[in-house]
């Protein structure tokens, strides 16, 4: 048995660990490219939204590359992503594609299924072996997400532009290479000093911005055009709304066991919306209300096109920027999206973030030159 | 005396603007880009350099448009600045007080929201290209109108037919149904004026706040029947400013102004370039799995500038290279 899975941001980093330590043969697809969205686009319906593309895409390129296995998450709620699984099976078994499907849902009671899909992939190995596998993988992912926190915030002050991502990259590789936990904390102890020994600027005019939206354009840096890379390099700090441990947390554990730890999102979001809408649509609305009141300068959108949670985010959102004071722009990603289109936009944003912050300022000494 | 060259490079148009110390255009000039922006540029320079007063030399000069960068790396700009901010500070030089700039351009329109002096709120057309000055033109060829007149047609018209503007074909179609119906011309050219209104209004304008005073720039803000449309839509007067069509230019030459300030330097290599010989060439790298499309800008067979890689791995030579 040879697995694979789909990309999204570092996933593969614990996915291939926790599978390699159990004995099983691992296929990470290439890194998203080109040739992944043309078969994304030529083999999944138009009108389905980003995500299943490059996972489709990821899926063709790994079966060359010999994986018979593919691992895919599935969900429940409104969001069309609950489908993809069964969707992606019939595209691959059109195509003729040799790949054995399991996904991996949310039990809702149905714990034997988990069971015997988690048996399928992971062998023969005993539970110690499994819950030690999980842990290695568990703390690759904390570490790698507490390092990209610290990522953006060097890459907004790094003296020369490119350091940080290229820092960044190497990082990645360190920890994809640990093989015991020890190894892992030196390596995440390791990049944490390669981050430091970069040089900041002094002067500290950094702009902060928040993104939210739907979790795969967030979190995966070749669908999202690389944004955060693009704003950090015009210095901006950015902050996400989600990062991958979070969401194993949230999503894979709390709520399979049906315990909530999102009771402050709802709080939050009640003035504007009262209910689920699926995906991260509410969690797009609460969290510009957290950055707005944590004195953030502006809040980024990010929805691959169709997406319907965040498209009811994206006609709220006008408001909570109004009475919040704060400036939201939305982006729509799909194979259609132009990376110059976007710069232009993100220019512009970051210089009307810059003005108000100017004028922030002015209208605060005038303030205190008053008796 | 020290002058400011501003430089629009788009889809369309290539836009130069050259201003005096007191912010006041001296030369605007308006060339077609026809898919060749380097050639545009040089052919803007060497009109320039024939129409600059004597005594007058360039102290700062800003590029803007979607070949910005390549503009700027051509003659060397002290300011490079995205479409959006360009217009917006044209604007506002134009008249302080505005509070809503409506751009319609070449292939690409937008609309700006200012209060006090500030730009809130930005949107560029992102889906679709209908009501945009391409569009305008073919309809206009279509039915043997020059382009010139188109506006002042519509003006005569009695009864403006209803056309379906949402897409650039529909309309077209929709159009050749509704002369073949035997509407007047005129008629027909003001309801198409409208429609596209309606497209730029439901579209690039959704959800923003539209106050006077408002400014209309960009080519097509030379057709008095798209002017008429939009103050009927909105119901406020809607002002052309003088230098419409030049304003992301004139812009970039205010922008190049603040950036030189105080400074006896600028980065402009002078009206020579307009002669030298540019070399574009462009490959895949095969350093990792992205395959970025590098591109290659030479000027008399010097490395100026690469670009297109995520890494930063031919970027950065360059970067090096001005360092030293």
Known sequence: ?371 | MRAYLGLDVGSVSTNLVLLNENGEVVTGLYLRTQGNPIRAVQEGLAQMEKQIPAGMSIAGAGTTGSGRQLAATMVGADAVKNEITAHAVAALNELPKVQTVLEIGGQDSKIIILRQGVVVDFAMNTVCAAGTGSFLDRQAARLGVPIEEFGSLAERAQNPVRIAGRCAVFAESDMIHKQQLGYPVEDIVAGLCEALVRNYLNNVAKGKDIQAPILFQGGVAANVGMRRAFEKALGFPVIVPRYHAVMGALGAALLAKRAVAGRHSTRFRGFDVSRWRFDVSSRSCGGCGNQCEVVEILGEGKLLARWGDRCGRWSSFVLEAAGK
């Open chain 1, 1 to 371: 048995m040879k697995i694979t899975f789909p990309h999204m941001g570092h996933l593969h980093v614990p996915l291939r660990s926790f599978f390699s330590r159990l004995g099983v043969e691992t296929v990470v697809p290439p890194p998203i490219s080109q040739e992944t969205m043309a078969f994304g686009t030529r083999y999944a319906p138009e009108f389905a939204c980003l995500p299943l593309k490059v996972n489709v895409g990821n899926f063709l390129q790994a079966a060359r590359l010999g994986a018979d296995t593919v691992i895919m998450a599935g969900g429940i709620g409104p969001c069309r992503f609950g489908y993809y699984a069964q969707v992606e099976q019939e595209i691959l078994r059109d195509l003729g594609v040799d790949l054995k499907m399991v996904v991996l849902e949310p039990p809702q009671g149905h714990w034997r299924e988990l069971w015997h899909n988690l048996r399928a992939i992971t062998g023969r190995a005993s539970l110690k072996e499994i819950w030690r596998a999980g842990r290695l993988a568990w703390r690759k992912l904390t570490a790698l997400d507490e390092l990209e926190r610290e990522l953006h915030r060097v890459r907004a002050r790094e003296v020369t532009p490119g350091d940080a991502s290229r820092a960044w990259r190497q990082i990645v590789d360190w920890l994809d290479q640990a093989e015991t936990l020890s190894e892992t904390e030196e390596a995440a102890h390791l990049g944490r000093a390669h981050l430091a020994a970069i040089p900041l600027r002094e002067d500290d005019d950094v702009l902060r911005v928040g993104i939210v939206g739907e979790i795969y354009t967030l979190l995966e840096p070749a669908v999202n055009l690389e944004v955060e890379r693009v704003l950090g390099e015009m210095g901006v700090e950015v902050e996400r709304s989600i990062y991958l441990s979070d969401w194993v947390k949230t999503n894979l554990v709390l709520h399979s066991l049906h315990l909530r730890n999102d009771r402050e999102e709802y709080r939050l979001a009640a003035p504007y919306l009262g209910h689920f809408v699926g995906g991260h649509g509410l969690e797009s609305i609460s969290f510009t209300i957290r950055y707005a009141r944590s004195g953030f300068d502006g809040v980024i959108q990010l929805a691959p096109l169709t997406c319907m949670p965040e498209i009811v985010a994206e006609s709220i959102l006008p408001k909570v920027s109004r009475d919040m004071g704060i400036p939201v722009i939305t982006f729509m990603l799909d194979e259609h999206a132009s990376e110059v289109g976007m710069r232009t936009r993100l220019e512009a944003f970051c210089d009307l973030l810059r003005e108000r912050r100017r004028q922030k300022k002015r209208s605060q000494r005038a303030k205190e030159l008053l008796p």
